[in-house]
């Protein structure tokens, strides 16, 4: 068992930065891939980035040059860094953790934190 949780949302100016941080407690948290996703209101909840065992990274064309993703497994800890924030970044982000392959599919995520809300104002 993995529990998750996200910190680091607030309210923004579109252009500044934010940092998420998804903090893990439980097992051994360098044995499982973590992803990122976020969730507008009304809208599906859509893939951000992941970050796999080894460290390689995947991201969404949308964030792909503004946002990184990195871990810090001593820490049991994986960090979203937003720069260049748009309003259409405003969403609840959410940080999960699998075992195996690192994935865009939520579905196959097994632990998911609470949700940290991003909100970028024009």
């Known amino acids: 068992q993995v529990q998750l949780v996200e910190s680091g949302g607030g309210l923004v100016q579109a252009g500044g930065s934010l940092r998420l941080s998804c903090a893990a407690s439980g097992r051994t948290f360098s044995n499982y891939a973590v992803g990122w996703f976020r969730q507008a209101p009304g809208k599906e909840r859509e893939f951000v980035a992941t970050?796999?065992?080894?460290?390689?990274?995947s991201y969404a064309d949308s964030v792909k040059g503004r946002f990184a993703i990195s871990r810090d497994n001593a820490k049991n800890t994986v960090y979203l860094q937003m720069n260049n924030l748009k309003p259409e970044d405003t969403a609840v982000y959410y940080c999960?953790?699998?075992?195996?392959?690192?994935?865009?599919?939520?579905?196959?995520?097994?632990?998911w934190g609470q949700g940290t809300q991003v909100t970028v104002s024009s």
């Open positions: 970050i796999s065992r080894i460290v390689t990274t």
């Open positions: 999960a953790a699998r075992q195996g392959p690192s994935s865009i599919n939520s579905y196959l995520y097994d632990y």
